[in-house]
T-cell receptor, first 115, second 116 residues
Framework: GAGVSQTPSNKVTEKGKYVELRCDPI?????LYWYRQSLGQGPEFLIY????????DSGLPNDRFFAVRPEGSVSTLKIQRTERGDSAVYLC?????????????FGPGTRLLVL | AQSVTQLGSHVSVSEGALVLLRCNYS??????LFWYVQYPNQGLQLLLK??????LVKGINGFEAEFKKSETSFHLTKPSAHMSDAAEYFC??????????????FGTGTRLQVTL
């Protein structure tokens, strides 16, 4: 079946602009995660949704970052007043929720470059 | 808090040689451990995971890892490297939370180069 998809695959923006990054999880997966991967680093957790609600947003770096998942499927990560330091690959992952330690399936990422 | 240390940001092996990628973790509770592989311009793919039970875990593409609690390690091995194994490898740790899913904490990665 289809995996996790993310759009756009690449995004170039100017400092101070607003961007939206979209994630389509695997159908039926109730858990959805956002991670950020800076150059030469491992992915860092940003936020996790269980259904429509953000169950853990402790990784969001500041209030310029916000994410939604209004219908419990597609999620959008929103970044306001972008800064050059926001440049990174933004990864989305999803997993089923059956009460155990489920595998997270990752999308290919959105590469964000802030000029 | 949990953390992962991957020793060696770059590892180079000859084709057919043993692959050993090191991962040490820190966790105040029993950890769940993962190895992911990332090919260029692709997402992370799960190689294997340890949750409970047998400490030697076998994964895809001939990789395996052994959970050693006394050494707080979860090193990844493959007996014979193949050119197609060249990629970035990430070790990750999490803890099991009853009633909710768990975020992963990743190491900084090890880039594996395979030479002829």
């Amino acid at each position: 079946g289809a995996g996790v998809s993310q759009t756009p695959s690449n995004k170039v923006t100017e400092k101070g602009k607003y961007v939206e990054l979209r994630c389509d999880p695997i159908s039926g997966h109730t858990a959805l995660y956002w991670y950020r991967q800076s150059l030469g680093q491992g992915p860092e957790f940003l936020i996790y949704f269980q259904g429509t609600g953000a169950a853990d947003d402790s990784g969001l770096p500041n209030d310029r970052f916000f994410a939604v998942r209004p219908e419990g499927s597609v999620s959008t990560l929103k970044i306001q007043r972008t800064e050059r330091g926001d440049s990174a690959v933004y990864l989305c992952a999803s997993s089923p929720w059956t009460g155990g330690m489920e595998t997270q399936y990752f999308g290919p990422g959105t590469r964000l470059l802030v000029l | 808090a949990q953390s992962v240390t991957q020793l060696g940001s770059h590892v180079s092996v000859s084709e057919g040689a043993l692959v050993l990628l090191r991962c040490n973790y820190s966790s105040s509770v029993p950890p769940y451990l993962f190895w992911y592989v990332q090919y260029p311009n692709q997402g992370l793919q799960l190689l294997l995971k340890y949750t409970t039970g047998a400490t030697l875990v076998k994964g895809i593409n001939g990789f395996e890892a052994e959970f050693k609690k006394s050494e707080t390690s979860f090193h990844l091995t493959k007996p014979s490297a193949h050119m197609s194994d060249a990629a970035e490898y990430f070790c990750a740790v999490t803890k099991f939370n009853t009633g909710t899913a768990s975020k992963l904490t990743f190491g900084t990665g090890t880039r594996l180069q395979v030479t002829l």
